[in-house]
């Protein structure tokens, strides 16, 4: 089976601008998760979906949102991007034996 | 809430030689799951073993294996014949579930070099 993608993989962006990433789970997987990593605060969890609906939610703002679509590939938006937002955003899928697989990232610049 | 503790920030090992990482959790829970993973520089990140808490046999995946202790919340990872594509942060995770939902805690990662 093909792995986790998500695209693009590097995107530079300036202050205020909005932002969407897109990550294509393992065909099969029904669950996606999306963290963000940085050197500050390592790997944070931002939400997760399951069958077009956001199960959990971290403990960002409300800039940070996703969505999922019926065959299971995901997005997330940031938007009124702040230079804080720069990070690697990872994806990740499972299906219903709790272990996560993760994409190669997006690594996001904000200028 | 659940937390997970690694303690060592940075280690290093010659190849072929053994390592162990540590990495400690705390959570009131008595079904889990824990989780290695390794993030190389190309930043991708890589499961590398896995522990079921309701199994008592410690995992093992080729040169990878696990201690787990679970009255001491402890779960360390036993890399033997270091290699150098073993060079990559190494990542402990809890799984949790909430509400049906899932999510892994990580913590702040373990950067181990070996050395030719």
């Known amino acids: 089976k093909a792995g986790v993608t998500q695209t693009p993989r590097y995107l530079i962006k300036t202050r205020g601008q909005q932002v969407t990433l897109s990550c294509s789970p393992i065909?099969?997987?029904?669950?996606v998760s999306w963290y963000q990593q940085t050197p500050g605060q390592g790997l944070q969890f931002l939400f997760e979906?399951?069958?077009?609906?956001?199960?959990n939610k971290g403990n960002f703002p409300g800039r940070f949102s996703g969505r999922q679509f019926s065959n299971s590939r995901s997005e997330m938006n940031v938007s009124t991007l702040e230079l804080g937002d720069s990070a690697l955003y990872l994806c990740a899928s499972s299906s219903q034996g709790y272990t996560q697989y993760f994409g190669p990232g997006t690594r996001l610049t904000v200028l | 809430a659940q937390t997970v503790t690694q303690s060592q920030p940075e280690m290093s090992v010659q190849e072929a030689e053994t390592v162990t990482l540590s990495c400690t959790y705390d959570?009131?829970?008595?079904?889990?799951?824990l989780f290695w993973y390794k993030q190389p520089p190309s930043r991708q990140m890589i499961l590398v073993i896995r522990q079921e808490a309701y199994k008592q046999q410690n995992a093992t995946e080729n040169r990878f294996s696990v201690n787990f202790q679970k009255a001491a919340k402890s779960f360390s990872l036993k890399i033997s014949d270091s290699q150098l594509g073993d060079t990559a942060m190494y990542f402990c995770a809890f799984h949790i579930t909430q509400g049906g939902s899932e999510k892994l805690v990580f913590g702040k990662g373990t950067k181990l070099t070996v050395n030719p």
């Open positions: 065909s099969g997987h029904r669950s």
């Open positions: 979906y399951f069958s077009e609906t956001q199960r």
């Open positions: 959570t009131s829970e008595n079904n889990y799951y």
